[in-house]
T-cell receptor, first 116, second 114 residues
Framework: AQTVTQSQPEMSVQEAETVTLSCTYD???????LFWYKQPPSRQMILVIR??????QNATENRFSVNFQKAAKSFSLKISDSQLGDAAMYFC?????????????FGKGTKLSVKP | GAGVSQSPRYKVAKRGQDVALRCDPI?????LFWYQQALGQGPEFLTY????????KSGLPSDRFFAERPEGSVSTLKIQRTQQEDSAVYLC????????????FGPGTRLLVL
């Protein structure tokens, strides 16, 4: 069974600085998708960034980028120029490739605090 | 609104009561997912619909949990004879199809069983 591990329960960053959130996963599949979701205190999960495992190039979305290391099964999220609005729970998630369902497997999350 | 909506947002139930949680997905979205999020944990998959067909219910924790989507749009998650361990936030998500399509989440229903 696939698992997702986030080893940092809490992280803190100074406003305008850069922070990296860690995620590792375990799977025997060669093709899959990886996601980072943000969950602010209002509880609505928002997709931050996604990565297809067959793509070697790391995904980027404005201030958010990932470091995808397929061999190491590592998928970290880098937030540059941190803003107060980035404070939230961040969840790493895995989804198998193919098939008809597509449910996400989540890690336990990292709570990010941003200090002014 | 264009997003996924859920109702009620909060529900307090006495142990043994039945509850029904509603999800309105984004119009036209084929796939609908239910997740359960315990306090301090990541969401865990409960069940999946493609249109009105329930294709996977492997995550439902017991036969007290039942979900339906009779017309392929609105979905209801029903919990019978609620127990304290059912207390959690129940999240609904929808996507246009399956696969890589982004899952859009609703705000969740926070269920507290006393």
């Amino acid at each position: 069974a696939q698992t997702v591990t986030q080893s940092q329960p809490e992280m803190s960053v100074q406003e305008a600085e850069t922070v990296t959130l860690s995620c590792t996963y375990d799977t025997s599949e060669s093709d899959y998708y990886l996601f980072w979701y943000k969950q602010p205190p209002s509880r609505q999960m928002i997709l931050v960034i996604r990565q297809e495992a067959y793509k070697q190039q790391n995904a980027t979305e404005n201030r958010f980028s990932v470091n995808f290391q397929k061999a190491a099964k590592s998928f970290s999220l880098k937030i540059s120029d941190s803003q107060l609005g980035d404070a939230a729970m961040y969840f790493c998630a895995y989804r198998a490739y193919g098939g008809s369902q597509g449910n996400l497997i989540f890690g336990k999350g990292t709570k990010l605090s941003v200090k002014p | 609104g264009a997003g996924v909506s859920q109702s009620p947002r909060y529900k307090v139930a006495k142990r043994g009561q039945d509850v029904a949680l509603r999800c309105d997905p984004i119009s036209g979205h084929v796939s609908l997912f239910w997740y359960q999020q315990a306090l301090g944990q990541g969401p865990e998959f409960l069940t999946y619909f493609q249109n009105e067909a329930q294709l996977d219910k492997s995550g439902l924790p017991s036969d007290r949990f039942f979900a339906e989507r009779p017309e392929g749009s609105v979905s209801t998650l029903k919990i019978q004879r609620t127990q304290q361990e059912d207390s959690a936030v129940y999240l609904c998500a929808s996507s246009l199809f399956g696969g890589i399509e982004t899952q859009y989440f609703g705000p969740g229903t926070r269920l507290l069983v006393l």
